[in-house]
């Protein structure tokens, strides 16, 4: 190979420099007036590497064909005279078996309708107007952020959101979409994958078709169908940084989802197609690993996979202003090239967040003991990933839905929640024994776990109520919906929730609504007016965390210092923010949270209080005042007192 993988710590020095795009190794084209550079990976053994031009994105012949030649080991390049600006390209190798199909390389930055062509454009050009003043929203710590995960459709596609640009990037635009999102309180989205992906037919814009967009086809280019035009190179990239300057003017940070794990297939991918039996991991008798569930799994830890990841997060973080990232499957990929990844982003920015799902969806083909898993995640440099362990301890394991956990009053589930709400450190009053899936602290500081009970995946928080607790009223599941997020927003770490679920959304009991249609995803916003209590409780427990430092602390010492765990009746969490913590006005803050169905009894330390969560609301300026040295809290709910 051109690159090895002692090479790396090199690059991510000179390569992650703040000129550029951070293309080093798969510069592709390189465009000007005079000529155009293309520059591809192939092997070296290829008989030969061709390009080829064409006037359309689809569709019509050939204009043009050049013959690449090998300037290097695994190196081919091309220059072809005269301006190109408008014209698609696409790659030929043929091998000592076969001539492989036509490919717009690994790394096109434009392409044409559904992906199969790059095109040639001026970046430049893709710019809205005040893009190069655009600024990313500041945050102290990654456990300020609020973190809104939402697709496209979901979001905007329902006649009930009074959005113009509905599926849109352009959709996040509208002052209508800026102002909800300001009032919710969120300074996070996490946009579901936004890269060109395989399953959804660009040519046809008015036939409605859904998939969440986890197969990959060009990772670094934004996906058609969610612009106003996919025939027209230059407009998925403008619409897609008009949305992400928009946001940012709003104070809203903007987080991809990147799927490195696999892509739509093997064969026809265009990782396939440069560099044939190369990207991907194999089994020990030579077939395809599939750690994704996808019937494929990149490997990240060869050269020219590492270097390409690490090339692409720096490309959506320089040229599209992109805060953060969450990583499939993060479980697949390996802990050096994850810890390069955040090394290589800090040149840019250190506030860019990363995070992912710190498991896989099979077994690998790598050793265990070097994948960015939850359980390696302390080898991890400042990479934070879900936290199941308290996700299934409210709602009940990913393995059932008719199982529930705290929130059906099943017992037990108190110490998995406990180490959730302490940022999955090592506390002292916590039995990891009694946790249930890790016995081991996992994070070195809170701010890598990342808090939920719910998100695109499996069923969503109300439809899981539904399942889990036959016969539950609407009322009840108001109840739970409310209180399963209190555990989440009063949890050290960063929270996270699903789009819609602050106005009680549904699936319609769908588990993995991947291509279901725009009716089972799509958010029906008159909920927000059916349901304005749930909505105003979200708001005000985004509020009451914003306001309080005591439930971000980032430091594994401080939270030991000043979070203590109080004896509570089964099904019962409750704990105390003592002594200002992280520098907080109120000196104690007392949270307790009941499973139950019925009313309990917990004991606190005697003092004066006053309630700013009681009765399923919220008042920061108080609700009533308690005295003494126990409270009960009612069936169901949550309680908050402070002094």
């Not at 050049?66 to 072809?80: H, I, S």
């Not at 590492?306 to 320089?318: D, G, M, N, Q, V």
């Not at 953060?324 to 499957?329: E, P, Q, S």
């Not at 409310?482 to 960063?494: E, K, M, S, W, Y």
């Amino acid at each position: 190979m051109a690159l090895m993988a002692g090479s790396l710590s090199a690059y991510a020095q000179q390569a992650t420099n703040k000129q550029g795009d951070g293309q080093q190794t798969f510069d592709e084209m390189t465009y000007s007036k005079e000529a155009t550079a293309f520059r591809l990976n192939a092997p070296s053994k290829a008989k030969g590497v061709k390009i080829h031009i064409y006037n359309e994105g689809a569709g019509g012949d050939r204009v043009q064909t050049v013959k690449m030649k090998r300037t290097a080991t695994d190196t081919w390049t091309a220059n072809v005279k005269g301006d190109l600006k408008g014209k698609f390209y696409t790659f030929q190798v043929e091998t000592a078996k076969k001539t492989m199909q036509e490919t717009p390389g690994v790394f096109a930055k434009a392409v044409g309708v559904n992906g199969k062509r790059a095109a040639v454009i001026d970046m430049a050009e893709t710019n809205p107007e005040g893009w190069d003043a655009d600024k990313r929203p500041l945050t102290k710590s990654p456990t300020d952020l609020v973190i809104y995960e939402l697709h496209h459709r979901d979001f905007s596609i329902s006649p009930t959101s009074g959005l113009k640009s509905k599926g849109k990037f352009l959709a996040l635009t509208e002052p209508k979409a800026i102002y909800y999102l300001k009032t919710l309180g969120v300074n996070a989205i996490h946009i579901l994958p936004s890269f060109d992906f395989a399953s959804v037919d660009e040519s046809q814009p008015n036939v409605a078709q859904y998939n969440w967009g986890y197969d990959p086809l060009n990772y670094n280019v934004p996906e058609g169908s969610y612009s106003t035009d996919a025939t027209k190179p230059s407009v998925r990239i403008k619409e897609f940084k008009q949305m992400v300057q928009e946001l940012h003017k709003a104070g809203i940070r903007v987080i991809l989802d990147v799927v490195y794990n696999h892509t739509f297939n093997i064969n026809e991918s265009n990782f396939t197609l440069t560099y044939p039996d190369y990207y991907y991991r194999t089994t020990k008798d030579g077939k395809p690993s599939d750690g994704s569930g996808c019937g494929n799994e990149t490997a990240s830890e060869k050269p020219l996979m590492r270097e390409f990841i690490i090339e692409s997060a720096l490309y959506w973080a320089k040229e599209y202003h992109i805060d953060g990232f969450r990583f499939d499957l993060m479980g697949v990929h390996d802990i050096e090239t994850m810890n390069l990844i955040r090394k290589a982003l800090d040149t840019v920015d250190p506030n860019i967040y990363i995070y992912g799902e710190g498991w896989s969806a099979g077994q690998c083909a790598y050793p265990t003991e070097k994948l960015a898993t939850k359980a390696n995640a302390k080898q991890l440099d400042r990479i934070g990933a879900f936290c199941d362990d308290m996700r299934d301890g409210i709602r009940g394991p990913f393995s059932d839905d008719h199982k529930s956990g705290i929130l059906g009053a099943i017992a037990n589930n108190e110490e998995s929640i406990k180490f959730g709400i302490a940022g999955c450190i090592d506390h002292p009053q916590i039995d990891l024994n009694k946790v249930n899936y890790s016995k081991a602290a996992w994070t070195n500081s809170p701010a890598q776990m990342i808090a939920y009970v719910s998100c695109h995946d499996d069923m969503c928080l109300v439809d899981r109520l539904k399942a889990s607790i036959p016969g539950i009223t609407t009322d009840e599941i108001i109840r739970l919906d409310l209180l399963a997020q209190t555990f989440v927003f009063t949890a050290q770490g960063v929270p996270f929730i699903y789009a819609g679920e602050e106005v009680l959304r549904d699936k319609k009991g769908v588990h993995n609504s991947y291509k279901s249609p725009d009716y089972i995803n799509a958010i029906d916003w008159t909920y927000k007016d059916r349901y304005p209590q749930v909505f105003d409780y979200y708001r005000s427990l985004i509020e009451l965390r914003r306001n309080h430092p005591a439930f971000r602390m980032a430091d594994a010492d401080m939270v030991r210092r000043h979070l203590e765990f109080l004896d509570a009746p089964q099904n019962v969490v409750a704990f105390r923010l003592k002594d200002h913590a992280n520098g907080d006005a109120w000196q104690d803050i007392i949270v307790i949270m009941n499973g139950n169905k019925t009313a309990q009894k917990v004991n606190i330390p005697q003092g004066a209080y006053t309630s700013v969560c009681q009765n399923q609301q919220i008042n920061l300026s108080g609700i009533t005042t308690i005295e003494g040295n126990s409270v009960e809290v009612a069936p169901q709910e949550a309680l908050i007192i402070v002094k």
